[in-house]
């Protein structure tokens, strides 16, 4: 019984190991510089360093060539950024200032954009854009409340961030609900679905799909891994009555293993999706967006509806909802509540894929967007109520909102900072969540 | 292949400073998850406390060296009290949740620039523990047989360091083994009967996340000693997890494991990594496949697999200790 049990446990474990090998057998190729054609990459680079803020994160930078606009970045943690560019040529490099955090500007407000940056073969270019001194941010200015405009502005990327956490967060919280597995791999269910997108859509060596496509099939092959792993690795621990803490540890441990084999694969850098690496923003009035923000917003609102239609109005949905109410109750009133997590893990890792997506659109694709959106989704998980259908929405708007609207206050560091602060408090007043009811002891 | 270096290599790691710190920081999670079954995935967070408690008095205030060590002490302290108050009432899950977010909290916030006048920001603070050094009784040289040799500053720190391990055994043994140390079991056992026995179990829980959290402050002030440095990053989230799979090796809620457990982490961590350098040499079969800026990737994916399959077929740990599931 019990060698039989260590069979079907490794036996799963070397399926998902090499379900994953294979997924990403192929990147691999693409990212490896050494030697093949790849090496010519070449790319624009430079670090904004603000004399009173220091180091600039969360600018949006873009390469043209004419008015074609042939790469993005966005500068990291260290304000570095690297555009990397088809090939050696001239370019114009344009910086996008309502990027820049509160109090920092360019030296030159007119000087957004470099003219004849010329980038040779196989030498990187450095560029700089001076920063600062206008920058200084004068009492009254600090005093000042935030205008209008920024207001609009925040208020509307924290939507979208929202339902971005929102999305991504559902399947940690259904599977939570249904077998009270508190899931740290999930973070990499969401880095696999944009990392497959990428692939599928802008890798060198990938088929160059458009982002739909891609996107889709790299949805269906996360939603395919979660039933895998339901199958091979979850099912088999909790029908040997793993205990939860154990089980937290394994997914720290699948974590982990996941997210150092992406690296391994997709290098380090932040490369953006081929289609939507910089765009044009349109200017309503006092909100200025991008058109990719509106079709991640529109995609993710529609497929929430979705979501909600099927747990309300079909008997997958009562069974659902039922199962991570009561699973005891649910499965001793006919409902086969192994099919039930089954799906759930197909749809919750489908949602985190198509969350990653959408956050990888915005942002770009990450070796560890889904590790560092992680405790956020946490966040939002908790603050909704762990294991509560509706909760994920309310939390993941919630914290999308908190998150963007603190940076019109304090430093974007803190972003995410201020979310894990906010769900520490709740947990103070209310420890069953926003949604959640309380659970009497004993 | 140079199965000696491999060994050698693997054995110095397993006495350096970083396992004696590693040691350190897992006698106090063994007192917090082994002991009192709390499951804190934030003890890195412990380890930033006592750095920067005592880097910031040093070099901001200009503390001696002593007095700022003790300052990494009292806000390891501080950092227990605040953490115990929303996280000790709640359910393991959320507490695992609130204890990384609280240590994610604190590196994000030493490592903004708005402050980086007291913290050093993305920098840090360097070269503020140099009066450690000036102390060191042993004179200059090597000391130690053929490539498991040290220095006589990094033995200076060694011999510290391992007087604090067995300092911090003997004390949590005298601990574990008295009336409290019972209690915080029986905590572990079953919250509600030790309740119900009058026991106030949230007042113990304090107790116990302060004590384990002060060793994590030692292990962190070790650690800063050592390089003389403190950053950022040094405190992420996922050192938390590489001292639960020493935990898990040495064996839960055994007084030794924690040693042992970091001993052989540190030994297997360094030992594959050198094994792996020698298979990956440029031009060998496995090069084709994997290229040497790889292998701390590689050895990190190594890492998480081991914790699963640890969890999975053996959660007693080598020498045979509780499972984390008999932990709770």
Known sequence: MKSDLAQRLVRG???????????????????????????????????LDDAEHGLVEGVELEALLGEEVVGTATSDENGEFRIVVPGPGTYRVRLDPTTLPEGVSLRDPERTELEA?????????????????????????????????????????????????????????????????????????????????????????????????????AVALSGLFGAVQDRLLWRPLLDRRTDLISLMIVSIGLAMLLRYTFTVFFGSNVRPFREYAAQAPWVWGPLVLRPKQLVVLAI??????????????????????????????????????????????????ALAALGGLSFATLYGVEWDIGFRLLLPIFAAVVLGGLGTAYGPLVGGLAIGLVSELSTLWVPAEFKFAWALFGLIILLLIRPQGLLGRPERVG | MDLVQVLTDGLRAAVGVPA????????????????????????????????????????????????????????????????????????AEYLAIVTISASEIIRITVRS?????????????????????????????????????????????????????????LVTWLLVRSPWGRVLRSIRDDEDAARSLGKNVYAFKVQSLVYGGVLGALAGLLLAINANYTTPGEYQTVFTFYMYVALILGGIGKLFGPVLGSMLFWFT?????????????????????????????????????????LVIFRPQGVLGGRSPGKAQ
């Open chain 1, 117 to 217: 940056v010329r980038v040779l073969e196989g030498r990187d270019k450095r560029v700089v854009f001076a920063l600062g001194e206008r920058a200084r941010p004068r009492p009254d200015d600090v005093a000042r409340p935030p205008s209008g405009n920024r207001v609009v502005n925040r208020l509307w990327t924290g939507l979208v961030v929202g339902i971005v956490i929102a999305l991504s967060s559902i399947g940690l919280s259904l599977v939570f609900g249904t077998t009270r597995l508190v899931n740290f791999a999930h973070g990499e269910m969401v880095t696999l679905g944009a990392l497959l997108g990428w692939f599928f859509s802008s890798g060198t060596v990938g088929p160059g799909w458009s982002l739909f496509i891609a996107g889709a099939i």
């Open chain 1, 300 to 349: 993710g609102v529609v497929v929430i509806a979705l979501y909600a239609l099927v747990l309300q109005k079909t008997r997958l949905g009562t069974a659902i909802r039922a199962t991570s109410d009561n699973r005891d109750l649910a499965e001793s009133s006919g409902i086969n509540v192994t099919r039930v997590v089954l799906i759930v893990w197909v749809a919750g890792s």
């Open chain 2, 20 to 91: 004696i710190a590693y040691a350190l920081a897992v006698i106090g999670l063994n007192v917090h998850f082994g002991y009192t079954g709390l499951f804190n995935i934030g003890q890195i967070g412990f380890l930033a406390a006592g750095a920067y408690g005592a880097g910031i008095s040093a070099s901001l205030w200009g503390w001696p060296l002593p007095l700022a060590i003790l300052a990494g002490v009292v806000a390891a302290v501080l950092l227990g009290l605040l953490l115990g108050l929303p996280a000790l009432r709640l359910r």
């Open chain 2, 269 to 309: 961590l360094q030992a594959t990594d050198v094994l792996l350098r020698q298979l990956i040499q440029p031009g060998s079969w496995a090069a084709t496949y994997i290229e040497q800026r790889d292998i701390g990737q590689l050895r990190l994916a190594l890492v998480g697999l081991a914790l699963m399959l």
């Open chain 1, 13 to 47: 474990a070397m399926v998902v190991l090499l379900a994953v090998l294979a997924g990403l057998a192929v990147i691999p190729v693409a990212s490896a510089q050494e030697g093949d054609p790849a090496e010519a990459e070449v790319a624009i680079f430079g670090a």
């Open chain 2, 113 to 169: 620039t708005s402050v980086e006048g007291v913290t050093g920001g993305p920098q840090g603070i360097g070269r503020w523990a140099s009066s450690f050094y000036d102390i060191n009784p042993i004179p200059s040289g090597k000391y130690g047989i053929g490539r498991i040799a040290f220095n006589h500053r990094e033995l200076w720190v060694m011999l510290v360091g391992w007087a604090l391990v067995a300092l911090a055994v």
